[in-house]
């Protein structure tokens, strides 16, 4: 049942930018799973992904004919989702930003508070360290390690060579590692 998908070809993305109803359709459809699969892996919660993933198809099915090049649909559904996924993060994180029924699946979920607030302090660290790369860096480590894409797929996304990106993604993990240790270092100094 691991069923793998693919991104539509390029003739069909052209059909949808002249117009055609079907194609569009079709164009949103083929694009779903990979939309889903990475809001899945960028946003704080499944209901944050979903809306996330919706919001990004809403935008594919009204502003297809914005796109300039039909090879970069995957690259720009990324950027959608990623940048829908920033914004709830900071209605999130926003003073009086976390909703009750948040709160309450963290409740149900974690076994002892002590627990929770460790896990949530690790991952604020985590997602503040990852914040942190520069945007270039942030990118890549993204679609390769947390989204799992191929090498060859983060590269054509980032318009980058197969060797750049793994520069990149070298410079991305030891950054993350150093500022990881850099904190952790810095909690017990006063």
Same mark, same amino acid.
């Given at each position: ?10 003739? &069909?993305?052209? /059909? ?8 569009? %359709? %079709? ?16 946003? /704080?919660?499944?209901?944050?992904? =979903?809306? /996330? ?15 300039? !090049? ?21 209605? &999130? ?7 009750? =029924? ?10 002892? !508070?002590?627990? #929770? ?9 985590? /997602? ?29 996304? &980032?318009? &980058?060579?197969? #060797? ?10 030891? !950054? ?15």
């Amino acid at each position: 049942m691991n069923r793998r998908f693919t991104w539509p070809d390029e003739r &069909l993305i052209k /059909a949808a930018q002249d117009g055609d109803h079907s194609s569009l %359709t %079709t164009v949103v459809m083929e694009s779903q799973p990979h939309v889903r699969k990475f809001a899945r892996s960028l946003c /704080a919660s499944p209901q944050d992904a =979903e809306d /996330a993933a919706q919001e990004a198809l809403i935008i594919l099915y009204r502003k297809i004919g914005t796109l300039r !090049a039909t090879g970069a649909l995957a690259s720009w559904m990324f950027r959608i989702v990623r940048n829908e996924c920033l914004r709830q993060l900071r209605t &999130l994180t926003a003073p009086g930003g976390t909703a009750p =029924e948040q709160v309450e699946q963290v409740e149900q979920v974690e076994s002892s !508070a002590e627990h #929770a607030v460790l896990h949530r302090l690790e991952a604020e660290r985590i /997602a503040a360290a990852v914040r942190a790369l520069p945007r270039d860096q942030r990118q890549v480590l993204i679609m390769r390690d947390i989204q799992g894409l191929p090498g060859r797929t983060v590269a054509a996304a &980032l318009g &980058l060579s197969t #060797a750049a990106m793994k520069s990149r993604l070298h410079r991305a993990r030891a !950054a993350l590692r150093d500022a990881l240790d850099a904190t952790e270092r810095g909690e017990v100094q006063p």
